[in-house]
């Protein structure tokens, strides 16, 4: 039976999905020696999920540059607190790799706020937003298309915590990797669905009703 997966979905049908879950090791980088030695794994690595975290401001007028890095493998998230270590030579040459396999959401957007801490040169980045166009999924946010695929619901309660505390919080640290974490099973589960055309889309029109009650889950 092939996946069904759908052109849009409704954002209240996912505040019923089971909440994702992240079992896999969380690497705080508060030093430029441990950067170093973070992106030499990184780097070893075949694929890669990239995000960023930026403290919100509530002030109007008020902003912030962005405060942590999140690079995650299939196992492994390494927080990089920008807060503190900056844009050192490691995390430049991280961002600016060739190489390895790198992925994220809306990933210009991204660059632009490191760009704020420093100059680089980015290297091959691929956004998902435009992997998951050759599916004919037209949702553009995480949470979606997370939910679309897997028929889980990533949480997003602590988007606006403060990513410039002198320590982060346990469930700062899950949110912030499962953010990066998401990136590598989007990646490749849609690069399965594309090899194998194991999949059949369901296209609904703004005018449906995305909230039937005989629907249970997303795919």
Same mark, same amino acid.
């Not at 954002?11 to 089971?18: A, G, N, P, Q």
């Not at 099973?185 to 399965?192: H, K, L, W």
């Given at each position: 039976m092939k996946k069904l997966i759908y052109n849009k979905v409704d954002?209240? @049908? #996912?505040?019923?999905?089971?909440r994702v879950e992240f079992y896999g090791k969380i690497h705080v980088v508060t030093s430029a020696d441990e950067a170093e030695r973070a992106v030499d794994f990184l780097l070893s690595q075949p694929l890669l999920g990239f995000d960023t975290e930026t403290r919100p401001a509530f002030v109007k007028g008020v902003n912030y540059k962005c405060s942590l890095l999140q690079v995650s493998t299939r196992t492994d998230c390494f927080l990089f607190r920008l807060n503190t270590i900056g844009l050192c030579p490691a995390v430049v040459r991280l961002l600016g790799d060739v190489e390895?396999?790198?992925v994220g959401l809306a990933w210009n957007n991204d660059i632009l706020s490191l760009k704020r801490l420093g100059s680089f040169n980015p290297g091959r980045f691929i956004d998902l937003?435009? @992997? =998951? !166009? +050759?599916?004919? #999924? +037209?949702?553009q946010s995480l949470v979606k298309i997370y939910a679309n695929l897997f028929g889980e619901r990533i949480s997003k309660a602590e988007r606006l915590s403060n990513w410039e505390r002198g320590e982060l919080k346990e469930s700062q640290q899950l949110y912030a990797a499962i953010d990066a974490?998401?990136?590598v !099973? #989007?990646?490749?589960? =849609?690069? !399965?669905l594309l090899a194998t055309g194991d999949y059949e889309l369901v296209v609904r029109s703004d005018e449906d009703n995305l909230n039937s009650h005989n629907e249970t889950s997303l795919s």
């Open positions: 954002k209240t @049908m #996912i505040t019923h999905l089971k390895v396999t790198k937003q435009d @992997m =998951v !166009r +050759e599916l004919g #999924i +037209e949702d974490w998401a990136c !099973r #989007i990646y490749n589960e =849609v690069q !399965r």
